[in-house]
């Protein structure tokens, strides 16, 4: 592409500091260096981690940045090195690396890789002369972005981005903490708590897995009607009960759920969550991102049998995995279209955020680049 080699400048939504709107910016995307992508973002959504990144986790050195990680675009042009993807290519970039050497990457029994903790790269976004902290690697809000090719998954070419954008983050987070984390079993008992896209993706791979019966919790009632899209065969307000949740669920399912999956970020719900798990064998997964709080438990509730487990992006590795997930999509072995709520252009990503901020939406795609 014409473009190779070159600086671009291109459109930002900047992130100059903590609990602010986000600013449309001209900033310089910087050409890829060795081992890196320059891909042309044409569609990017919102997630909850990028609103606890700018409204929650308040560190100074996360900012000025540029968010977004759930998204698609086309290899515009690649580093040295480089050899697995070429201009032109559709692809997902991805917040967890997957670089397939290092002995986590090489182990079936987990999807952390070694080499992504040792830091992320430099970033190649300036803006005003500053340069800007890129977010988990992505940094999907630009039309341009710089991606380690160890954090890119190459797609089926006959896959629409403006969909498939959400295996990027939610989707797969949610059916994986199911089908890969918890190992839902056949005719088992599920519960799941939150139904933004990351719960409502774990019913759904829930009922995949075979689960006879998935209780769906949220304080949102207007949430009822969309877990059943996906599976859900029960729904469960805990501001309709007095007592706790845990006790309803029990009395529900003679003495607690098979598996219970936390899709909240919330440190009382993980708790309520476990404690909603069968004596002797029940799993909970914890799938919520938070950092701001300690979780706590009695000792007694594992100790009598219950397992407790977390999950980062439904235990998939990016690279091999979110193809397979993209397939599946094409072959309709998994739903995508129904997550979308909202589709805006760029310009409107701060109206995205405030539908995600107060529970108005379940995903809002936004159109960044034409294709």
């Not at 993807?85 to 559709?90: L, V």
């Not at 397939?100 to 002369?129: H, I, M, V, Y």
């Not at 340069?131 to 940094?139: A, D, E, H, P």
């Not at 977390?310 to 690279?319: A, D, T, W």
């Amino acid at each position: 592409m014409a473009t190779a080699g070159k600086v671009i400048k291109c459109k930002a939504a900047v992130a100059w500091e903590p609990n602010k709107p986000l600013v449309m910016e001209e900033v310089e995307v910087a050409p890829p260096q060795a081992n890196e992508v320059r891909i042309k973002i044409v569609v990017t959504a919102v997630c909850h981690t990028d609103l606890y990144q700018l409204f929650d986790n308040t560190h100074e050195d996360g900012f000025p940045t540029v968010l977004g990680h759930e998204a698609a675009g086309i290899v515009e042009s690649v580093g040295p090195g480089v050899t697995e993807y070429q201009p032109g290519d559709k692809v997902i970039p991805l917040f967890i690396a997957q670089c397939r050497e290092c002995r986590f990457c090489k182990s079936p029994r987990t999807n952390q890789c070694e080499k992504a903790w040792l830091g992320q790269q430099d970033s190649r976004f300036t803006c005003k002369g500053k340069t800007l902290v890129q977010f988990v690697g992505t940094s999907t809000f630009s039309e341009y972005t710089v991606v380690n090719q160890m954090a890119v998954a190459k797609i089926d070419p006959a896959a629409p981005l403006d969909k498939v954008c959400l295996l990027g983050c939610g989707i797969c987070t949610g059916y994986g903490a199911a089908v890969n984390t918890a190992k839902v079993e056949p005719g088992s008992t599920c519960a799941v708590f939150g139904l933004g896209a990351v719960g409502l993706a774990a019913v759904m791979g829930c009922k995949d897995a075979g689960a006879k019966r998935i209780i769906a919790v949220d304080i949102n009632p207007e949430k009822s009607e969309k877990a059943k899209v996906f599976g859900a065969t029960d729904f469960v307000n805990p501001k309709d009960h007095s007592k706790p949740i845990s006790q309803v669920l029990a009395d529900m399912t003679d003495g607690g759920v098979d598996f219970s999956l936390e899709c909240v970020g919330n440190v009382g719900v993980m708790r309520n969550a476990l404690e909603s798990c069968v004596v002797g064998w029940g799993v909970s997964v914890i799938v919520g991102w938070t950092d701001l709080e300690d979780f706590s438990a009695r000792p007694l509730q594992l100790m009598a049998g219950r397992t407790w487990k977390g999950s980062v992006f439904g235990g998939y590795k990016g690279r091999d995995s979110v193809p397979q997930m993209v397939k599946a999509y094409l072959d309709k072995k998994v739903k995508v279209d129904e997550f979308i709520t909202h589709n805006m252009t760029f310009d409107h990503i701060n109206d995205a955020i405030e539908l995600m901020k107060h529970g108005k939406c379940i995903r809002t795609v936004l159109s960044v680049s034409p294709q």
